[in-house]
């Protein structure tokens, strides 16, 4: 087990990786991210610790977000990689 500092929600945010499984509590959705608008919370910093904490670990990572909006509860990095519109646009699009 293991705690990862993930930063941009709020200041404290972490992730917490269990094997092959990251929950990802409000830092990252199946195909969104967590709110940046509560005080505290950065945008940028949110996109970095994706950035650098979440997309380098392996793409069959499951994926476990803190909240369910929609039809797939559940992704994997190599997923949300290729859809998720945050990570496609703000931070491979930035690469």
Avoid: W
């Amino acid at each position: 087990m293991e705690f990862i500092h993930t930063p941009g929600h709020t200041p404290g945010s972490c992730c917490l990786k269990v094997d092959n499984n990251l929950f990802t509590g409000d830092t990252l959705f199946v195909g969104a991210v967590g709110r940046t608008d509560l005080p505290g919370a950065s945008f940028e910093q949110l996109l970095k610790s994706i950035e650098t904490k979440i997309i380098t670990l392996p793409p069959e990572t499951l994926i476990l977000p803190g909240h369910d909006y929609g039809d797939q509860p559940t992704s994997t990095i190599k997923r949300e990689m290729e859809t998720n519109p945050y990570i496609t646009d703000f931070i491979l699009d930035e690469e």
